[in-house]
């Protein structure tokens, strides 16, 4: 059962433009929602990151939108640079449970067309 | 500042093989550690976190185990590989508000 899918495994984008990666969760315990950057053979990075207690977190070229009715959740990157090609990981965990585990999506992997 | 190491960075093992990873972390003191894995065409799966020294929880079943025999030191082992064993181990550490991630060993089972 996955509890957190992207259901896009690729997407390609032209230069300048926006590029929207969608995640869809399932859990409604999740309140913490994190997404994720990984160029191959490195580990991932940590890109943006929203409470549930927001719609909306902006850093610079990065936004993500929280739709908790929806249980959807979406990054923008606006404008793309081909230095965002990459995997994109969609993460979500439940603070109150004091592990921190977080569940991953399978992963979007973006390609950025100069 | 915190970091953390892997190693070896790419490792070319025959199946039914030993295995033994480690990821040690510097900078910080009694963190969470995670071992996660990533196989071709699928995701960040977790394979085992720890809370504290000696103390492993495991998420799948598997001929993998895990061990954490200092409090930044956390090793991933097998007695015997599988062809399906095959893929990116990632060690991450949590401070409770993020996970950061290791570089990453490369594991061939050939």
């Not at chain 1, 990054?75 to 109150?96: E, K, M, N, R, W």
């Not at chain 2, 409770?96 to 490369?106: A, D, K, M």
């Amino acid at each position: 059962d996955q509890q957190v899918k992207q259901n896009s495994p690729s997407l390609s984008v032209q230069e300048g433009r926006i590029s929207i990666l969608n995640c869809d969760y399932t859990n409604s315990m999740f309140d913490y929602f994190l997404w994720y950057k990984k160029y191959p053979a490195e580990g991932p990075t940590f890109l943006i990151s929203i409470s549930s207690i927001k719609d909306k977190n902006e850093d610079g070229r990065f936004t993500v939108f929280l739709n908790k009715s929806a249980k959807h959740l979406s990054l923008h990157i606006v404008p793309s640079q081909p230095g965002d090609s990459a995997v994109y990981f969609c993460a979500a965990t439940s603070t109150g449970a004091g592990s921190y585990q977080l569940t991953f999506g399978k992963g979007t992997k973006l390609s950025v067309i100069p | 500042s915190q970091t953390i190491h892997q190693w070896p960075a790419t490792l070319v093992q025959p199946v039914g093989s030993p295995l033994s990873l480690e990821c040690t972390v510097e900078g910080t003191s009694n963190p969470n550690l995670y071992w996660y894995r990533q196989a071709a065409g699928r995701g960040l799966q977790l394979l085992f976190y720890s809370v504290g020294i000696g103390q492993i929880s495991s998420e799948v079943p598997q001929n993998l185990s895990a061990s954490r025999p200092q409090d930044r030191q956390f090793i991933l082992s097998s007695k015997k590989l599988l062809l399906s064993d095959s893929g990116f181990y990632l060690c991450a550490w949590s401070d409770l508000t993020l996970q950061y991630f290791g570089p990453g060993t490369r594991l061939t089972v050939t």
